[in-house]
């Protein structure tokens, strides 16, 4: 059928099928600006457009259902201000005030709000915060935590109505902070600066920035077929009649690709975990395992096809359960003999994975301490829920290189890991990483690309292989769920003698992360608390997990990477053992907090890279961090005032606070390696390009940023390129909160190296100039673009580059470094909550959270910021609502954003953000990790606060209103 | 599977068309049927029922209506504005038509247990129909009145006073509890949760006794816990018992 519909104020006849979504529909004929999260049901909002003027999703409404109405995309608001002789519109107000006020992370979700912005704007040209989170709550966000956005579009009303913003006041937020820094490098010009990112402008106009906006002549659609059983062996597998299917290119079981065991894990080499994992395989492990591959020439055809696979499957027993893996009559889910062991791995008990740290004496600390404490934890299976699913595309290119368009956070581990998988030489294959959506741990994982390669290569022809939301939730990764056990020595004067953690983690049906994950688990959060006095210099600390394996889908990484799983039974275990010493919860903490000067206490019993060596940290600005949240949420005025608590004509409801302090690693040290390259051009501007993976943390401005201090330029004058496994340096990736410590420090070292060319030949020009041969390049400073003499002569930037490429001794000014880290700085926080609960039915209203970090220099106050509201938001989630259900036959019961819910941008709780500046000595301009930290501490705050409301003493998360009114009734039977 | 589309500009077009088999009549834009059967879909967008109209004592409101077009400038109670907000995010608010709303939600949906406690009125094409909500909701599986719902009239002068439990505010709503009250004397009250449809518990002007409410109220869930009966027994406690209960 055709359709008459007008798009951005141009009419069209479109040829549709009926059953055509006008998402479909409307990103075939190019407007890439409309995105889409794979839930097809109108629950994240990527796919926003305004019909008739009115925000509406376009995945759920069809093609057909537009025809006669008035459709508005990102493409029309607004254009990128320089596009040569033309003169453009420039960008829309509400565009510029995205960019401005740093509401754009990943950006793929940004055209949309947008659009519902303008929308809102349009009707209501001054409207208070809570229209604009009203206005906003269709779309999800999973970077922001919606407060930058939420300012954003109150800026830009303002602009709007008010015209000349210099001498309007703006409409502010009460919940933003400013963000205080302790020490200001007065010198910097760019690093320390709320620099704009440098990919904002592209996101704001919804630009085809990510992997599957673009179009490819003959590219198949790709699909897989899942298994519906948590265990079982496929006995047979009848592809025929899929095979036979017109429009179907090819059909792939197990039996067509090499048995190669690899992990999806995407760590450098060698991977630090068991190879357990197959392509495909004759055997499934969890309900959505893969069983075989399609590829067709549609997406109708692709499903069809899957339903005539015929699979004949011999079901076998399934655990469940993770504390039953370990059973001796427990069925052995990796019984394949080309299983590759690592370390402890032990398949034939179900073990994935083994760690034994003591650090000291425990038992010894035990007999010393006036009380042992035990408690027992858990904490669930999490999804990620990066709105940009899963998606890659390959292909020959002309000299018959695989290319490998995905969205990945480590394009060159993909590289290295799909070389083995396909049996093809790494230098046959080509990894792109356009802008990634979201990935937050998730697409360190090789989940769909060689699924899309296994395709290319028995067809010969592109495929894109993209997962759905239900997909995501049923066969991609998740954060490890974990039973915790902590038992705590102490003296009555509160010092801590001796702490142990017993870890059981469940990695689901493979291994991947599976001991890094849960190492980490017990290397940041049980270092956090040594002990005081004589304890400080030998703390005695034990931690020992068993990772298991399980029919449930695999756990891999996740934000935070196994450290708020153990920050939810350490800190709850504190508040406990504070009440237990009726100590200020505070005062205890920081009596045994970790301090600066000391060793990190498993620096010499476990690394997640090398050989553990010894390693002191030089920065902790905890108790600084202490002091300044405190001042923020009010915590004198409310804790321990029982006024405060009540809320004065409603009896059952009550108010809480709760702290907990928290601290993470920076990278990876002797083994990650961050890559750079810089080269000037002849303008005076430089391509600064890094194997690093901006996954919209604003990582690639934040590198620009070092990049432009350091040669004394603005970072408008450096373009920035990642990643490109052809063109960009390696890179170890985005994980482990590593970018902007290593890949930074590489390009600091590129960066000097330019910078030392370029004095050298600013000096040749400048003596040839002025016949000065007194000038040297030791005195050449680099400034505002201009190399400068003391003397005040001075050439551009401009004049140096055409010098350098034209006119003299002609040269390439550039440089490649590389940089890994000796050491793995902690980041620090302290992190407030702020509750009211229903003491009737168990209801947890969080109304505010406070996070004051010690995150070493912050490089972009806006981005780190960012982070933190985002992070915060992610761990509210954890805290409150989030949790992956099975049911007794490993079935997911939450496979889409409705039973599985997500903050949404207006029921957002208060959040602020400080930062509490040091400057961490091992690198160049002094920082450590900001963007795994906001994770760590919220729930156990929120467990905190809700302990402090009424006596609810959770162990485990979420806390549900079930939850919490079984632990009221627990409560008032202990009490009554 | 859809493979037909129709935007019939007439009553009767439309009627004939949903007479056949396999053709489903379409509403808003929340959600499109998974369906791999083939069906039809009939778009009622074109019918004229889009039009809100409110006097003092009732607002009719046309079934294609967008929940959004829905404003305090209608008269109603801002508790049933609430509660959309609640349940509905801004787009889906500009799609979702108030009869997709009552075709399509479930047994916890705060928004269609308000309406049942509103005591509704739903008309319907062909012939004309006139059925109450609560007549009708508990039959919605399988016997509808008519082909199409045309209007859904609410009176206006009711007191609405609502109760849920969810993991978050914006939640999916686990437990629900509304009460209505007429100035007459007349107390309507409802719950939602894990059942088919939201269920009248109370409809009457005599004094309410929320231990036997609640009772009740477990009676006729497919199964409940402990928490679920405590839960309920409190929202239903708090919404009889409170102040808001009065005019």
């Known amino acids: 059928m055709v359709i008459n519909v007008a798009v951005n104020g141009k009419n069209y006849h479109w040829e549709i099928t009926p059953g055509q979504t006008l998402l479909d529909v409307l990103r075939r004929e190019g407007y890439f600006s409309i995105k889409c999260g794979g839930c097809g049901n109108g629950e994240c909002g990527a796919c926003t457009v305004l019909l008739d003027g009115n925000s509406v999703n376009s995945c759920t409404m069809l093609a057909a259902q537009a025809a006669g109405h008035q459709i508005i995309t990102v493409e029309s608001m607004g254009e990128h201000p320089e596009h040569g002789w033309k003169t453009t519109k420039g960008l829309h107000i509400i565009q510029q005030a995205f960019i401005e006020s740093g509401a754009i992370q990943c950006g793929f979700c940004t055209p949309a709000m947008i659009l519902a912005a303008k929308a809102l704007l349009e009707k209501n040209p001054e409207p208070g915060e809570a229209e604009v989170r009203d206005a906003l709550s269709g779309i999800l966000c999973r970077c922001t935590g919606y407060l930058k956005p939420v300012e954003a579009v109150l800026s830009a009303a303002t602009k709007m109505s008010h015209g000349d913003i210099d001498n309007v006041v703006i409409a502010t937020i009460q919940t933003r902070q400013a963000i205080k820094i302790t020490k200001v490098p007065e010198t910097w010009h760019s690093v320390g600066k709320p620099k704009i990112k440098v990919d904002a402008i592209k996101l704001a106009q919804g630009k085809p920035a990510f992997t599957d906006d673009i179009e490819m002549r003959g590219i198949l659609v790709g699909k897989i077929l899942h298994s519906p059983f948590a265990h079982a062996e496929i006995l047979d597998i009848d592809v025929s009649e899929a095979r036979k299917l017109p429009g179907v290119a090819a059909v792939l079981t197990w039996k067509d690709i090499p048995r190669i065991p690899y992990s999806t894990a995407g760590q450098s080499d060698p991977i630090p975990g068991p190879l357990d994992t197959f392509s495909l395989d004759h055997k499934v492990r969890f309900v959505g395992d893969r069983v075989a591959f399609i590829a067709a020439e549609t997406n109708e055809i692709a499903k069809v096809g899957l339903s005539l696979i015929k699979v004949t499957y011999q079901e076998l027993p399934a655990i469940l359960d993770s504390t039953k893996s370990m059973d001796k009559d427990s069925v052995i889910i990796h019984d394949e003999p080309e299983y590759k062991h690592f370390a402890d791995s032990a398949p034939e008990h179900n073990l994935a994975a083994k760690i034994r740290i003591d650090i000291g004496n425990v038992e010894v600390g035990f007999k010393q301490a006036d009380y042992i404490i035990d408690g027992e934890y858990e904490v669930p299976k999490v999804q990620q829920s990066h709105i940009e699913p899963h998606v890659a595309i390959t292909f020959w290119d002309e000299d018959d290189r695989l290319v490998v368009r995905t969205s990945t956070q480590v394009p060159f581990h993909a590289r290295r890991i799909l070389s083995g998988v396909l049996q093809l030489p790494i230098k046959r294959i080509r990894v792109i990483k356009p802008r990634i959506g979201g990935g937050f741990g998730n697409k360190q994982e090789i989940l769909v690309e060689d699924v899309a390669a296994h395709l290319t290569i028995a067809t010969g022809r592109p495929v894109r292989v993209e997962y759905t939301r239900e997909e995501e939730f049923m066969a991609s990764r998740s954060r490890h769920p974990m039973k915790i056990r902590m038992k705590t020595g102490v003296k009555k004067d509160g010092t801590i003698t001796a702490n142990e953690m017993i870890c059981l983690s469940d990695t689901g049906a493979y291994g991947c ?400 953000t400080v930062f509490i ?17 906001p994770m760590d501490g919220v729930a156990p705050a929120v467990g905190n606060a809700i302990l402090d409301a009424c006596g609810a003493d959770l162990n485990t998360i979420p806390a549900t209103p079930e939850r919490v009114w079984e632990a009221l009734c627990t409560y008032r039977g202990e009490t009554e | 599977m859809i493979q037909e589309y129709h935007r019939p500009l007439t009553m009767s077009t439309a009627l004939q068309l949903l007479s056949k088999h396999g053709y489903k009549p379409m509403g808003g834009g929340v959600g499109l049927s998974r369906t791999s059967e083939p069906i039809s879909v009939v778009d009622l967008q074109s019918l004229g029922l889009d039009t809100i109209k409110a006097d003092h004592q009732l607002v009719a409101i046309g079934a294609t209506s967008k929940l959004a077009a829905l404003n305090a400038g209608h008269g109603l109670s801002d508790r049933l504005l609430d509660a959309i907000k609640i349940e509905y995010s801004m787009n889906q608010r500009n799609a979702a038509t108030w009869g997709g709303l009552l075709m399509r939600s479930g047994g916890s949906s705060l928004l269609l247990a308000m309406l049942l406690a509103m005591d509704c009125l739903v008309m319907w094409q062909p012939d004309s129909k006139e059925v109450r909500l609560g007549d009708w909701l508990p039959l919605r599986a399988s016997q509808n009145p008519g082909k199409i719902i045309t209007q859904i009239i609410i009176p206006v002068e009711v007191k609405i006073q609502f109760e849920y439990i969810a993991r978050s505010p914006r939640d999916r709503v686990e437990l629900c509890c509304v009460v209505c009250n007429w100035k007459t004397g007349r107390k309507r009250l409802c719950i939602g949760g894990p059942i088919e449809a939201p269920i009248l518990l109370v409809d009457g002007s005599g004094k309410i006794n929320p231990s036997s409410v609640s009772q009740n109220a477990y009676s006729l869930f497919r199964s409940i816990n402990t928490y679920q009966k405590s839960a309920i027994n409190t929202i239903i406690t708090r919404l009889i018992t409170g102040e808001q209960f009065k005019w």
């Open chain 1, 513 to 912: 992360h599976a001991l890094t994950v849960t190492g980490n688990t017990g290397h940041k959060s049980m270092a956090l608390y040594v002990g005081d006095n004589e304890y400080r210099k030998s703390p005695n600390i034990r931690f020992y997990a068993d990772i298991v394996y399980t029919n449930h889908p695999p756990a891999g990484a996740y934000r935070g990477y196994g450290v708020p799983q153990g920050f939810w039974a350490v800190e709850r275990h504190m508040e406990r053992i504070s009440k237990k010493l009726d100590m200020d919860p505070i005062e205890f903490r920081l009596k045994n907090s970790i301090r600066s000067g000391e060793l990190h206490p498993f620096s010499t019993a476990w690394s997640e890279g090398r050989e553990p060596q010894p390693e002191i940290i030089h920065t902790v600005g905890l108790k600084e961090c202490v002091q300044q949240g405190k001042a923020i949420i009010g915590w004198d005025q409310k804790y321990g005032n029982a006024d405060w608590h009540n809320i004065p004509g409603i009896p059952y409801l009550r108010k809480g606070i709760g702290i907990a302090m928290v601290m993470q690693g920076t990278a990876i040290p002797y083994l990650d390696m961050g890559g750079a390259s810089i080269k000037m051009n002849d303008d005076g501007s430089f391509n600064l390009l890094v194997g690093a993976t901006d996954l919209g943390t604003g990582s690639d401005t934040v590198l620009a940023q070092m990049a432009a201090e350091v040669l004394g330029i603005e970072i408008e004058d450096i373009i920035v390129y990642s990643s490109d496994t052809d063109f960009t340096p390696f890179d170890k990736g985005a994980y482990a909160s590593s970018t902007t410590y290593i890949s930074g420090a590489a390009v600091v070292k590129a960066a000097e190296q330019v910078a030392e060319r370029i004095r050298i030949r600013a000096a040749n020009i400048l003596r040839t100039k002025t016949g000065d041969q007194t000038i040297s390049p030791e005195s050449i400073v680099l400034a505002d673009g201009r190399a400068s003499d003391p003397k005040g002569m001075s050439i551009t930037f401009s004049e140096i580059g055409h010098n350098a490429l034209h006119h003299q001794n002609q040269e390439q000014i550039m440089a490649v470094a590389s940089f890994v880290s000796q050491v793995s700085p902690p980041p620090f926080a302290a992190q407030f909550a702020e509750v009211t609960v229903d003491t009737e039915t168990g209801k947890v209203i969080v109304d505010n959270l406070v996070m004051a970090l010690d995150c070493g220099v912050i490089v972009n106050p806006i981005t780190a910021s960012g982070q933190v509201e985002g992070g915060m938001s992610q761990a509210l989630g954890y805290a409150v609502c989030e949790e992956m259900r099975y049911d007794e036959k490993g079935v997911s019961l939450d496979t889409d954003w409705v039973n599985y819910h997500i903050f949404r941008a207006d029921e957002m709780p208060k959040l602020s």
């Open chain 1, 917 to 933: 500046q040091t400057f961490e000595p091992s690198h160049p301009f002094g920082v450590k990790a900001v963007a795994e930290i």
